[in-house]
């Protein structure tokens, strides 16, 4: 259920960073809070590169097109808390490709290069070739393509490769948790069978996707046993595997700290079967530390999301479905850009608000969580990864 709680203006607002936004909604399922951003007073061309309170350029959008997932992963959407009852965002809340494609317009002047398309399963959302037909149109302010790329289960991909690749995406990072059906099924919590996404990746393979990227979260005493015949299986293939630290994210998975498969603990597994040997980053702000087989057939990755935190570099921000930015993934208040997109505002007056919140940030929850918190971190407030986008 929304609850709306409204507040009396800030006076001061339009000649400072607001200590407090005129309108708060708190949605209770989602276990957030959603202010409308203030506009400041000047207004300004976007520059092409904002730089937030610790000096990290806003690079990275990640958007969200649907809650809805049609999976149950253990880890993200369990069927316990996600079942009949529970209230996804109705379709009048959510941005249509027109209001997307307006708002990537406004972090792409900002200096956002990188967008990537996730969910909940973004590939339920009816009709999303259009929308990524629109957002390749955008260009940098350097003239240059926007590097477009989409997460997803793999579900659907068998079906859709061929006209998401027709519609201009340009890369595919494919959920796959593990190669075992019986593992496969338990984790995606529907009984879905793995032969299926493994169909989807050959298929988007052969339309010219590559080189496809697979996550594999791993939890431990569910399928971690599947750290070595996962790597054994992709290894001199065209598809590179990313081992993924089991999150804290969301209130409804019940993370326990004993359940993360530490990225070392994984990097041994593997090299005491498969050699490895450490590589450079591909760019600045990378989330996966990169190995290599020293037997030269291919690389795999690892995110230490938990035991190594990289929020120093963190360029990311992301829209919920429903329009709500976030500039960190366990940021607890999010900031209601859909209100300005409805409310007549002008793109630069977007522009001006987005940016005076990029200016502000100074999050970096995984730094404060490895510093404080060993055990288990705190529940409150803490956002669905499926509302959110991962
Ligand atoms: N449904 C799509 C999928 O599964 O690829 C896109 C959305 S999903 C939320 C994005 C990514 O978040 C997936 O790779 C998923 O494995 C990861 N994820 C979800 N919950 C997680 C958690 N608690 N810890 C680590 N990764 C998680
Ligand atoms: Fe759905 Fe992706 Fe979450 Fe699994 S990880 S429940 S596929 S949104
Ligand atoms: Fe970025 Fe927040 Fe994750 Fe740190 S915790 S890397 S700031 S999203």
Redesign the pocket.
């Known amino acids: 259920m929304a609850i709306l709680l409204y507040f009396k203006p800030y006076a001061a607002y339009r000649t400072r960073i607001p200590a407090m936004p005129e309108k708060f909604t708190v949605r209770a399922e989602h276990g957030t809070c959603h202010a409308v951003p203030m506009i400041p007073p000047a207004i300004g061309a976007p520059l092409g590169a904002a730089s937030d309170m610790l000096a990290r350029p806003l690079q990275d959008l990640r958007i969200s097109l649907t809650d809805r997932c049609n999976f149950r992963c253990v880890y993200c959407m369990p069927e316990e808390f996600f079942n009949k009852d529970y209230e996804f965002l109705s379709r009048d809340a959510l941005l249509n490709f027109e209001e997307i494609t307006r708002i990537a317009r406004i972090f792409v002047a900002h200096g956002v290069r990188k967008i990537r398309l996730t969910g909940g399963e973004p590939l339920l959302r009816k009709h999303i070739e259009n929308l990524i037909e629109m957002l390749t149109q955008l260009k940098t302010p350097d003239g240059r393509d926007l590097d477009l790329a989409l997460t997803t289960n793999g579900s659907l991909l068998a079906k859709k490769a061929r006209s998401l690749k027709d519609a201009g995406l340009q890369r595919v990072t494919v959920s796959l948790d593990s190669l075992d059906d019986d593992t496969f099924r338990r984790m995606n919590g529907v009984d879905f069978p793995v032969a299926q996404v493994l169909r989807g990746l050959e298929v988007a393979h052969a339309v010219g996707f590559g080189p496809i990227k697979l996550n594999m979260v791993v939890k431990r005493g569910m399928n971690d046993q599947e750290i070595v015949p996962m790597a054994r299986h992709f290894k001199g293939t065209p598809f590179i595997l990313r081992f993924i630290e089991y999150m804290d994210v969301g209130a409804s998975n019940d993370w326990k700290m004993d359940e993360v498969v530490p990225s070392s603990e994984v990097v041994e597994r593997i090299a005491a079967h498969m050699p490895l040997e450490a590589i450079e980053p591909n760019h600045a702000g990378e ?1 996966a530390e990169r190995w290599r087989y020293a037997d030269g057939s291919g690389e795999i990755g690892v995110v230490s ?1 938990v035991t190594q ?3 120093r570099d ?1 360029t ?1 921000a ?1 829209l919920s479905t429903e329009g709500v930015l976030y ?5 607890a208040n999010g900031h209601d850009l859909r209100a300005l997109l409805r409310g007549g505002n002008t793109d630069q007056e977007i522009a001006a608000a987005t940016s005076h919140l990029w200016r502000a940030r100074t ?5 404060l ?1 490895s510093a404080s918190t060993p055990g288990t971190a705190s529940a409150a407030r803490k956002i669905e990864m499926s509302y959110i986008g991962g």
Not at 327 to 331: D, E, G, M, Q
Not at 363 to 367: I, M
């Open positions: 989330t999301s935190s990289f929020c963190c990311r992301r500039t960190c993934l366990f940021a999050d970096r929850y995984s730094e969580r």
